[in-house]
């Protein structure tokens, strides 16, 4: 391909726009090999509901004759009537899905929705870059594609190991002084096993970390450019104690900036803690998930409830912005785990932390998901909210009826818009609802 229009499928969250970093490495590597990019990035659009799809068509209108967009789980009911749309009026046109979204459902998917070309699964540098050079299908690894009338999956993708010689992202392809936040990734994958999570699945259960200088480097870069607020992208930025450590030293000998990311409850102490604060870093994340033990050892997170005290107590001392994620839904949960959770996220309000609570969505490479998959069940008060919450009041009922209409036709490639059905979840929801913890 000589040229492509390259798209950012992120609507607009209110002014919290953030650098889409992971298009951009996309854009570096396509232009490196020598293709025409053109790239956009839907969070800077100014339609007054960008969910609609009618607006996506129109945001895609004058694209390349191919056209790549990556996006998330939550936009893509939204997304494929566009595409079907694009696709009636120019079907010269190949389409390519790609991104965590799309990766997940890559096979059902394309089967569901014929008007989708290719998907690429996973890290996408190496498989556009084949793309782009004209390789055979069959010849590249790690993407599904249509043959005829069959969907075809090839050999997966290899990891990229050296991941000092990819391309910083193509920061010449946006104004920076549009967005909230950068964002920079340090490491990719992460070698946990939670059982609600799909991310470690989507990376093969490995870690791959960059140098501290090559970070170092593009953390100048960014800052050259007016960048000194930054968040580590990371699945889990402490994973390996002496790179932060030493990236600590670096950041605190060299630049001035602050910084947040994201951290793990049984890889903290006050130590490290006190070395990230005086490198800049005034806000950490900590995936508590429960406030059961019962359900702690059930998801495989590998933390406890004393660990959890201690370590946001010790965070809070150190960092300006602590918060702590919770999650209720789990089909095992007993209204006495329940308790437990909703009491703990009292006693870590109380020590300081910012506390949030999200309800389990089943992600389709998880292996809850694999379990408890015959125990899905779709009801628009569990919609995620993250988008919808934002529009939800700009469709009008036929048109929310439109999009719950694909989204319980296809289970499979919307699971995460489906819960878990157990006896007790209902109960659960009208307490929250009546605590005033949940949007109703």
């Not at 229009?5 to 970093?21: A, E, I, Q, Y």
């Not at 602590?322 to 785990?337: A, R, Y």
């Not at 929801?429 to 009546?434: K, R």
Request: aromatic share 12%.
């Amino acid at each position: 391909m000589e040229s492509v229009t390259l798209v950012n499928l992120v609507p607009p969250l209110k002014s919290d726009k953030t650098v889409p970093g992971g298009p951009l490495y996309i854009a570096a590597v396509l232009e490196e090999s020598g293709c025409h990019v053109d790239f956009r990035d839907y969070q800077m659009s100014t339609y007054e509901n960008p969910l609609d799809y009618h607006n996506i068509v129109k945001f895609l209108a004058d694209s390349e004759d191919v056209i790549a967009l990556g996006c998330f789980f939550n936009v893509l009911p939204f997304l494929l009537p566009a595409l079907q749309k694009v696709k009636d009026e120019t079907p010269e046109k190949t389409i390519i899905l790609g991104g965590p979204g799309p990766s997940s459902v890559a096979e059902r998917l394309m089967e569901a929705f014929p008007w989708i070309d290719i998907v690429v699964k996973g890290e996408g540098e190496t498989t556009i870059t084949e793309l782009a050079q004209g390789a055979p299908y069959k010849d590249v690894k790690g993407i599904v594609v249509r043959s005829g009338e069959s969907v075809v999956a090839t050999p997966p993708r290899e990891r990229i190991h050296a991941l000092d010689e990819v391309p910083f992202p193509a920061y010449d392809k946006i104004d920076l002084t549009q967005y909230d936040q950068a964002g920079v990734i340090t490491a990719r994958g992460c070698p946990y096993r939670c059982t609600f999570c799909e991310v470690a699945s989507l990376w093969g259960y490995h870690t791959e970390q960059r140098s501290v200088s090559n970070v170092m480097e593009e953390i100048a870069l960014l800052h050259d450019c007016g960048v000194t607020d930054f968040h580590i992208n990371d699945d889990t930025f402490v994973l390996n104690r002496k790179w932060v450590t030493q990236f600590c030293h670096q950041l605190q000998n060299d630049i001035d900036i602050t910084w947040r990311c994201l951290g793990r409850i049984n890889l903290m102490d006050g130590n490290l803690l006190s070395v990230m604060a005086q490198s800049g870093c005034n806000g950490i994340q900590y995936g508590i998930e429960s406030g059961s033990e019962q359900i702690l050892q059930r998801i495989g997170k590998q933390i406890s409830i004393p660990q959890i005290k201690e370590v946001v107590s010790i965070s809070v001392q150190y960092m300006e912005h602590v918060i702590s994620t919770f999650m209720w839904g789990f089909p095992f949960e007993t209204m006495g785990d329940f308790y437990e959770t909703v009491y703990m996220m009292g006693i870590l309000n109380e020590l300081g932390s910012l506390v949030k609570l999200l309800f389990l969505s089943p992600a389709p490479l998880s292996p809850l998901y694999r379990e408890y998959k015959t125990q899905l069940r779709f009801d628009e008060r569990f919609v995620p909210n993250v988008l919808w919450g934002i529009y939800e009041d700009k469709f009008s009922q036929e048109k929310k009826k439109e999009v719950f209409d694909l989204i319980l036709r296809y289970p499979e490639v919307f699971s995460a818009f489906y819960y878990i059905d157990t006896p007790e979840v209902w109960k659960k929801y009208e307490i929250l609802g009546q605590t005033g913890m949940l949007r109703r």
